[in-house]
């Protein structure tokens, strides 16, 4: 099963809402950063280049949950920086379940063993650990050695009181068809994962590498043929069918921004959290003062090589709903 029942009901009725109220534009997920610090200078991140004064804030526990509160949302994805380091991210979390909110830890996993205690299983709660390949294309991703064994080892540990745990992992140029699939078939068949999130490195201007992010081009050529031995309909991915046929090019979308807005220190944040075009104070300020239409391939030149799953999920989500034969497919894949 790639997404849980529970999710999967409670998202479809969320639609449905926004439907019979004639929303045009809502969020489906908010990345939330509740701070930039982190204990990684990975080569292809562009968070972690603020001023010292701003990587030591710590955004406060009610300003976390009342961005979530206000916008409505039904997933949340927290990241940062390392939401670890946040001395209240336990809090914050406890508080987002309690609304219940299905909550996406995301983590280097450094500290995730010495932080687990602080943490309960839930069906609303999930690790979602970066894994960026198997050990040493990994820990030349992240800069550091030793963090890939740290990671598998604090996976092992969740799995085992009970965790849901889930991974992120983005491709380069490094990348090819079989590293793909070595490290999706480790992370599925040996970690044994709930879920995995996949996705095009996007061109972080201020990365410290900038030679290696993929293009439009080569990024449907690595999909397309890393997936062509059928392996993609046994993979726990978490993903829509559409937007996995996006990334192989079967299908072209256009970008909505909107559907996972971005909630940091500095507000919410234009059009996405890969780009920083200014920022609102409120949610509806976000929705109804940006320009979304300026936004995507072919609008925007920033967004030339961008495939991103914060653009392009969400259009493959409400694609799929308005489909029978693409709704057939989503809940067959399960």
């Not at 996949?198 to 410290?208: L, M, N, T, V």
């Not at 991915?237 to 500095?266: M, R």
């Not at 391939?297 to 489909?323: I, Q």
Request: neutral net charge; aromatic residues 10%.
């Amino acid at each position: 099963m790639s997404v849980p029942l529970r999710q999967s009901a409670r998202v479809g009725a969320y639609l449905l809402e926004q439907k019979l109220r004639r929303r045009e534009k809502f969020p489906l997920l908010v990345e939330l950063e509740p701070l930039f610090q982190c204990n990684l200078e990975c080569a292809g991140c562009g968070k972690i280049q603020h001023a010292d004064h701003v990587l030591r804030r710590r955004m406060p526990v009610e300003q976390a949950v009342g961005a979530i509160e206000e916008c409505g949302a039904p997933m949340v994805s927290i990241a940062g920086g390392e939401p670890l380091i946040h001395p209240e991210i336990d809090e914050i979390v406890r508080q987002l379940l309690a609304r219940k909110k299905f909550v996406y830890l995301c983590t280097n996993a450094l500290l995730m063993e010495r932080k687990m205690e602080r943490f309960t299983p839930s069906p609303y709660f999930a690790w979602a650990v970066h894994l960026d390949g198997l050990r040493e294309r990994h820990d030349a991703s992240v800069c550091r050695d030793g963090v890939f064994d740290k990671a598998v080892a604090a996976i092992h540990a969740a799995k085992q009181r009970g965790f849901r745990v889930t991974t992120n992992t983005t491709f380069f140029t490094h990348d090819s068809p079989d590293t793909v699939r070595r490290v999706l078939d480790f992370l599925n068949d040996e970690l044994e994962v709930d879920q995995m999130m996949i996705s095009p490195a996007y061109a972080y201007e201020k990365a410290p590498d900038q030679e290696h992010f993929l293009g439009v081009r080569q990024t449907r050529e690595l999909f397309r043929a890393a997936f062509a031995d059928g392996r993609r309909q046994r993979w726990r991915l978490n993903h829509s069918p559409l937007f996995l046929d996006f990334l192989e090019g079967k299908v072209d979308l256009q970008c909505t921004a909107w559907g996972i807005p971005s909630y940091s220190l500095f507000g919410w944040q234009r059009p996405c959290y890969l780009m920083a075009d200014g920022y609102a104070k409120t949610y509806r300020e976000l929705i109804d003062t940006t320009d979304w239409e300026a936004y995507g391939r072919g609008r925007d030149p920033r967004c030339d090589n961008c495939m991103a799953h914060c653009g392009y999920e969400p259009t493959a989500v409400l694609a799929t709903t308005r489909s029978v034969k693409q709704s057939l497919r989503a809940v067959l894949q399960r």
